[in-house]
Nanobody
Framework: VQLQASGGGLVQAGGSLRLSCTASGQRFSDYAVGWFRQAPGEDREFVAGISGNGRAVNYDESVEARCTITRDNAKNTAYLQLNNLKPWDTAVYYC?????????????????????WGQGTLVTVSS
């Protein structure tokens, strides 16, 4: 599956952005989608994930109160809504996907489990 992330940009602290991750190539609903971010000089970290059917979500506790992950399988797109952005949210945001196993319900935060990655979209939050 090929992934294309978009929606990043420059926003003032306190503002909001919605990132999109559009997939092609395979049946999108078979894949869990995760959002990760990498700030300058830092390791990449998990932000949020959503199962193929959208029923299970997983958030890093540092952003859980300020973001929402959703998906629209009819549009082959997953979204990450970021609210009340802080300067330390500045990072390149990546979407990633892995094929869920039969009977698998939860979505993992472990980036090693994600087989497919988009190119990233830059979010810059000014103070």
């Amino acid at each position: 599956v090929q992934l294309q992330a978009s929606g990043g940009g420059l926003v003032q602290a306190g503002g909001s952005l919605r990132l999109s991750c559009t997939a092609s190539g395979q049946r999108f609903s078979d894949y869990a989608v995760g959002w990760f971010r990498q700030a300058p000089g830092e390791d990449r970290e998990f932000v949020a994930g959503i199962s193929g059917n959208g029923r299970a979500v997983n958030y890093d506790e540092s952003v859980e109160a300020r973001c929402t992950i959703t998906r629209d399988n009819a549009k082959n797109t997953a979204y990450l809504q970021l609210n009340n952005l802080k300067p330390w949210d500045t990072a390149v945001y990546y979407c990633a996907a892995y094929k869920m196993g039969y009977g698998q319900i939860d979505v993992t935060y472990d980036e090693e489990q994600y087989d497919f990655w988009g190119q990233g979209t830059l979010v810059t939050v000014s103070s």
